[in-house]
C-alpha cells in the first residue's frame, strides 16, 4: 500500500521539498529557488510527491501551488509506528 509513498521519500531531493513545503503552500517556481535542478527535474519530483499523495497541488491562475497533503503523512506516520511496535 506504501510502496509508492516510500519509494518517493527515498529521494534526498524529494525530502528537501517536503522540508520546504513545512513552512507552507508555495508555487512550483519558489520551489524550484530552493533546488539546483533543472524546471524538468523540479516537475519530475513534483509529480511523484503527487502520485504518492504526499502533496496537493491547486490551480491559482497560471500557477500551480503546492502543500503537503497532512493526513497522509499523519497515516504514514502511524504505519511506521505500527512497523515499530510490531519489533517488540
Known sequence: ???ET???LADPQRRALLKVLREGPQAA???GAHLAVAPSTLSHHLG???AA???RVEKRGTQRIYS???SVIEDLTADL???RD???
Open 1 to 3: 500500500m506504501w510502496d
Open 6 to 8: 516510500y519509494r518517493a
Open 29 to 31: 517556481g519558489d520551489l
Open 48 to 50: 511523484q510527491l503527487k
Open 53 to 55: 499523495g504526499l502533496v
Open 68 to 70: 503537503i497533503n497532512t
Open 81 to 83: 509506528l505500527s512497523l
Open 86 to 88: 510490531a519489533g517488540k
